[in-house]
């Protein structure tokens, strides 16, 4: 089936997944079918009393390299799993270097959930329709995925401040767009490459994750922010000699 959006999938076993898209229609405004699809694509609700499920492991992955993400509602830095990821490590550089993420805009806040980011059209608020569903890799070429499971990183799974590569339902099909884990991003199954985990700032990220949203057609909770908030730049960390 066809579908408007640019969208990740949720597996059978676990309910939830992602989606490169967080445009401004409502879910009344789509198919039947599609509207079943939303549905079953939306974050995991909460459950009172009920606390969030501990990760897997602790996250031993290596940090290779870090980059410093600085946005209109704070800077936080992200070390590189350049051992675990490397070639979507190598693909976030290479853009990077390029400025390719400078002036975007958190496109997706899901609270609780994920942050969204990595689509060069945010920068146009004419094209704000297609906002989530563009993006390209450094060189231009597919980027497959990198999911072994015996890596630290897989093996930790999803955990808070876990930063991962955004994908369509088809492999490799990663570009620009990437995701910061929230609290419940620990349902995700293992299907979206793990390159890196927020080392710094996390408070930034947890604030940006709280933002209010004009509702989407995920829910009410799971949108583009109303308020811009904008990554000024992301360059690699130079330490203070």
């Not at 990760?55 to 946005?71: F, G």
């Not at 990821?85 to 390719?100: D, E, Q, S």
């Not at 989407?216 to 990554?231: K, N, V």
């Amino acid at each position: 089936m066809k579908h408007p959006m640019n969208y990740l999938y949720r597996s059978a076993i676990v309910a939830v997944a992602m989606v490169l898209c967080a445009c401004g229609e409502t879910t009344n405004d789509l198919p039947t079918d599609e509207r079943r699809v939303l549905r079953e694509m939306s974050a995991p609700e909460p459950v009172p009393g009920q606390a969030v499920r501990a990760a897997d492991s602790a996250d031993t992955a290596v940090v290779t390299q870090a980059v410093v993400v600085r946005t209109s509602k704070g800077d936080f830095t992200i070390g590189l799993y350049g051992q675990d990821a490397p070639k979507t490590v190598a693909n976030f550089v290479g853009l990077i270097k390029r400025k390719y993420y400078d002036g975007i805009l958190v496109h997706r806040v899901a609270r609780d959930f994920v942050i969204q980011a990595g689509d060069p059209k945010t920068r146009d608020a004419s094209a704000r329709a297609t906002w989530g569903m563009n993006g390209q890799t450094a060189d231009g070429a597919p980027l497959p995925e990198e999911l072994d499971p015996a890596m630290p990183s897989a093996r930790a799974g999803y955990q808070p401040g876990v930063v991962a590569m955004a994908r369509k339902q088809a492999p490799s099909t990663g570009t620009s767009q990437f995701f910061v884990c929230l609290d419940r991003a620990t349902v995700l199954p293992h299907q979206y490459t793990i390159f890196g985990r927020v080392i710094a700032g996390f408070d930034v990220v947890r604030s940006i994750g709280s933002v209010e949203v004009e509702p989407g057609p995920l829910s009410d909770t799971d949108g583009i922010p109303r308020e811009p908030i904008t990554i000024k730049s992301i360059r690699l960390f130079q330490p203070t000699p």
